[in-house]
């Protein structure tokens, strides 16, 4: 190399405080140590490393951004980025903690009562629990609102009794409580309103069967909650959440999240491809002296620091109480796809190697086309940001 070559030429170090700073590299340190190890043969085996989930409850991984309970309180700089070094190591370990932190105590906490919140968080935030969250259905993807789970209230105790099938779920199979979202029909309305309910492992009715098969999120366990006849108590309803904006509310928590963890995955194709290709000589030489190689890494390169500072300036704006469920839309939309583009141009640096298991590139790509199509997909998020433009809803 004829000048001092360095891997970035800008990182977010000088506009993070001491603690931003602090929480990262802790985060760093921790997910090297305990994930980094064992990812390939977790992924491999498609298991999902469950020794480690008191471990992220230590860290204050789990309801990292929440006050109180037992949680971390970060801010969502810091949240962000603890998720973007669990996805760094790979994007199922930090859908377990985006599940657990933005879709299950992120609503205990905004729309539970204070007997919900003192029942749930604190062993939710040590890992004691796990958590899952059902919204969506067989028939029922990108168009929640046409979800087909209904809930009756029944009896002198105004119990709920709930009937539905919830597909594609994260942690469903080892999840101690489910909030569930289901339709039903309350006094004095006409039409039937979205509703969230907290349903234990152990209800009558209630089974959580495991989705085999998958050939990305390997490392991330996915199943279906199946309710028969699930009888739930009237305490277990949320009480602050009416309507689809209840589930809505909690997704633009977790999309956020995942335009910061998205960048890790990024960075690490960035990584192993940029190192990969100055060891690797052909034609007499390292490939990274091609013209053509350069180019591809100053690509990824770029496109990493300006997601980078896409997510650090929405974090500030959030951290205000100013960010838009429109601009999530954009961090998710737009940072995702840096990503899977980066891991797609990172892996043909790679050659031949670029597909095999040990270089992780290919473990990233088939993960990141699951972050792609959930939490919203692409498309949805085009139209959600297409609709903040124009005023013109095309979803329909
Ligand atoms: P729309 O009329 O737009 O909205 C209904 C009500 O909700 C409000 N709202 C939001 N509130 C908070 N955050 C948001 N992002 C919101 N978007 C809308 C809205 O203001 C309205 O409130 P109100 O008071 O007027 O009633 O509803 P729509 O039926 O037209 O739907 C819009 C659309 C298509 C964008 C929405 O349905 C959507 O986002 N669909 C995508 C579904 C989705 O993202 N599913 C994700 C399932 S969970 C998951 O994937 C977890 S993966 C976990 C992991 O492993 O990490
Ligand atoms: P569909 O909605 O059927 O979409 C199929 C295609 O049609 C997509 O390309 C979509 O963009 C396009 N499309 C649909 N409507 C339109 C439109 N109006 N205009 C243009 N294009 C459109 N859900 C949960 O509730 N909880 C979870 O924990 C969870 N975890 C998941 C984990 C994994 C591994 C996966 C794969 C999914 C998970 N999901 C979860 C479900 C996920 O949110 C859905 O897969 C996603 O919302 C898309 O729904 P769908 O798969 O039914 O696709």
């Known amino acids: 190399m004829s000048v001092d070559a360095k891997p970035y030429l800008f990182t977010l170090d000088h506009l993070l405080t001491d603690d931003e700073r602090l929480v990262w590299r802790s985060a760093r340190e921790f997910c090297e140590r305990n994930i980094a190890p064992t990812i390939e043969k977790h992924y491999e085996q498609a298991t999902f490393p469950r020794e480690l989930i008191p471990e992220f409850g230590k860290m204050g991984f789990l309801g990292a951004s929440l006050e109180g309970y037992g949680c971390a309180g970060m801010n969502p700089i810091s949240y962000g980025l603890t998720l973007l070094e669990l996805e760094r190591q790979d994007s199922g370990i930090r859908s377990f903690c985006s599940v657990q932190s933005s879709l299950v105590m992120w609503p205990i906490h905004a729309y539970g009562d204070e007997d919900q919140r003192q029942r749930y968080l604190p062993r939710l935030a040590t890992g004691e629990y796990v958590g899952c969250f059902g919204l969506t259905e067989p028939n029922s993807g990108s168009d929640p609102g046409s979800m087909r789970t209904h809930a009756k209230q029944q009896g002198k105790g105004g119990d709920f009794v709930l009937s539905g099938q919830k597909f594609w779920i994260t942690n469903s199979p080892i999840a101690d409580v489910c909030v569930v979202w ?14 969230g309910f907290l349903i234990e492992r152990g209800a009558k009715g209630l089974s959580m069967p495991e989705t085999h098969g998958k050939l990305s999120m390997r490392a991330s366990v996915t199943g279906e909650i ?24 909690c997704l633009t928590q977790a999309r956020f999240g995942i335009g910061w963890g998205v960048i890790g995955a990024a960075m690490a194709v960035y990584e192993r491809a940029r190192s990969y290709a100055l060891d690797r000589e052909q034609f007499g030489r390292p490939i990274a002296g091609f013209q053509l190689t350069q180019q591809k890494l100053v690509e990824i390169h770029n496109d990493i620091v300006k997601a980078l500072l896409l997510a650090y300036q929405f974090g500030r704006l959030k951290q205000d109480g100013r960010l838009t469920p429109e601009q999530v839309s954009m961090v998710k939309r737009d940072n995702v796809r840096m990503a899977l583009d980066s891991a797609r141009t990172a892996r043909s640096i790679l050659g031949g190697n670029g597909i095999m298991g040990e270089f992780g590139i290919m473990r990233h790509l088939a993960n990141l086309e699951t972050v792609f199509t959930y939490e919203g997909t692409h498309e949805v998020h085009t139209l959600a940001i297409g609709r903040a433009l124009t005023g013109l809803a095309a979803f329909s």
């Open 226 to 249: 199946v309710l028969d006849e699930v009888r739930v108590p009237k305490a277990n309803l949320l009480p602050g959440a009416h309507g689809l904006k209840g589930p809505l509310g």
């Open 182 to 195: 289901a339709k039903t029909l309350e006094h004095g309305s006409e039409a039937p309103v979205i509703r």
